[in-house]
């Protein structure tokens, strides 16, 4: 399978949190869901990939290239979308996509008129006259305007109202029918992913906790409750987290269907959603 | 490149109206008050760095816009290269600016004679890369706030050097000898007569303050984690 991205025991640290020796893939032509609680270390992720800080060890590959010595050519193919678009306040929006366009040899302009006018963006405001979905959805026609094969969105969504939430996610799913496109996406808002993502990649204080198909993932993880406390009698299959609660205790398993077959009859279990997953491992009562 | 200079001048363009406005009022009054085309070589030197380098960058800190403008397909040391070559075009466009002025409206041209002359042009050069060898890489590493900061602490050591020059007496005093120094320096460059090797020296100087600038600026800036 051939990667758009390839990441490789990638180390950064700062004063108080560490992105420990990270390593995954994106391969080319999906949808990557990068999730974790605030302060995993999702954006600190994309901030490597796009060389805005420096990693203290590892390798960063785009297109099969290192991101640094061949960082204009792979950046050219890059659009992004950060979690808070920074702009030049006091400059129109036509200005700044005409002092940006020139640096991407595949910048299409009436794709870009075509995007602010569905996006019902002016392009005589100031970037500083517009609320934060507006400026979400600028940021966003900029980073589809140059035909990107790899689109990095950092949060994207947060922050705007359900209805350009469902526009935006909507777009997506149209880019992504190129299957030569390929887009990472991290967001804490997981129901957003379960819509349009075919990779999931958990990081969670640093570290990587999974990485794998979202179908994989729906289909073999789930959340087993049981009145009784099931840890003291059973060995649980793919045991990754647990919750003791006034009625009991529930456990996230990667392995639901084992689990199922080894637990008592007046258990329940269900399918754990990436919300779920989650929860369980910020919770952080994780099985050793 | 020229993608490059454009972008900065798009993206600092209310700065660029507000610097078109200074440059001129500042050479109506240089014409209006006859004043020496000397002195407003001098104090062109300081202002014009700190109205293109240093505002540029401060307006990148200011936005935050380091995030949009690292992420575009170039590197971060063509981003530094870009700013000093449009900081640099800025500054001469505003010396033709006061010459072609003088052309017009001044009666004697002084400022017109004096800086046509290629000794004059070069002293030009040689104090404005004086002062932007620092504040330039200054700005990079300590951003407007260290501007701030460092403006505050030459207003302090001015005053210290002010009291303890009137307290010691003018002569000896360290300090008094310092800002001399600095004074005949000035003098002896604009004095010294326009030989081959004179000019040979200040356009050396001159490339290589000015590499020495690029260089070390883009060592800091390769630094900076966004």
Redesign the interface.
């Known amino acids: 399978m051939e990667h758009a991205v390839q990441i490789e025991n990638l180390r950064k640290e700062f004063k108080g949190f560490t992105l420990k020796d990270v390593s995954f893939n994106i391969p080319k032509g999906y949808v990557m869901g990068l999730i974790g609680p605030n302060g995993a270390g999702k954006t600190t992720l994309i901030?490597l990939i796009?060389?805005?800080?420096?990693k203290n060890s590892g390798q960063i590959r785009v297109f099969g290239k290192d991101h640094i010595q061949h960082?204009?050519?792979?950046?050219?193919r890059?659009g992004?979308v950060?979690d808070?678009p920074?702009?030049?306040?006091?400059?129109k929006l036509k200005?700044?996509a005409?002092?940006?366009a020139?640096?991407?040899p595949k910048w299409d302009q009436d794709l870009f008129l075509k995007l602010m006018n569905e996006f019902s963006l002016p392009l005589d405001k100031k970037f500083k006259k517009l609320s934060h979905g507006m400026k979400m959805k600028f940021s966003l026609c900029l980073a589809l305007s140059h035909d990107a094969d790899l689109i990095l969105m950092d949060e994207p969504t947060s922050g705007l109202d359900p209805v350009f939430r469902q526009e935006l996610l909507e777009k997506m799913s149209q880019i992504m029918l190129d299957e030569e496109k390929t887009m990472l996406f991290s967001t804490h808002i997981t129901s957003d992913l379960e819509r349009i993502a075919d990779y999931i990649t958990l990081i969670h204080n640093g570290e990587i906790i999974f990485s794998s198909p979202l179908d994989n993932i729906l289909q073999n993880w789930g959340i087993v409750k049981s009145e009784k406390d099931l840890l003291d009698k059973t060995e649980i299959p793919g045991l990754v987290g647990y919750e003791k609660t006034n009625y009991g205790i529930e456990i996230l398993t990667s392995d639901i269907k084992t689990a199922q077959t080894l637990i008592s009859s007046d258990s329940i279990s269900e399918k754990a959603t990436l919300e779920d997953i989650m929860y369980f491992i910020k919770k952080g009562e994780t099985h050793a | 490149m020229l993608?490059h200079i454009?972008?900065e001048l798009?993206?600092?363009?209310?700065q660029l109206y507000i610097f078109a406005g200074y440059i001129l009022v500042f050479w109506i009054w240089i014409v209006w008050q006859n004043i020496s085309p000397r002195i407003s070589l001098v104090f062109l030197s300081f202002v014009l760095p700190l109205f293109c380098a240093a505002s540029f960058q401060a307006?990148e800190e200011k936005?935050?816009?380091?995030?949009?403008n690292?992420?575009?397909?170039?590197?971060r040391n063509t981003l530094i290269l870009a700013r000093l070559i449009t900081s640099w075009s800025l500054m001469i466009a505003a010396l033709i600016v006061g010459i072609l002025y003088s052309a017009l409206f001044q009666k004697n041209h002084s400022i017109l004679y004096q800086f046509i002359q290629l000794k004059y042009f070069l002293v030009f050069l040689l104090f404005t890369s004086l002062f932007l060898v620092f504040l330039f890489p200054f700005v990079i590493r300590f951003g407007l706030s260290g501007v701030l900061i460092g403006l505050v602490v030459l207003q302090i050591l001015g005053i210290i050097t002010l009291v303890l020059t009137r307290a010691s007496g003018s002569k000896g005093n360290f300090l008094h000898t310092m800002i001399d120094s600095i004074i005949n320096f000035m003098k002896f460059l604009l004095n010294h007569p326009s030989t081959f090797f004179y000019v040979t020296v200040l356009i050396f100087s001159v490339a290589v303050l000015n590499i020495f600038t690029l260089k070390f600026s883009q060592f800091l800036f390769a630094?900076r984690?966004?």
């Open positions: 901030k796009m060389n805005l800080i420096r960082e204009s050519e792979i950046k050219s890059i992004f950060y808070i920074h702009f030049y306040e006091d400059i200005s700044t005409s002092a940006i020139p640096f991407y | 993608k454009r972008r798009i993206f600092n363009q209310t307006r936005f935050k816009a380091w995030t949009l690292c992420s575009l397909p170039t590197n630094r984690d966004f």
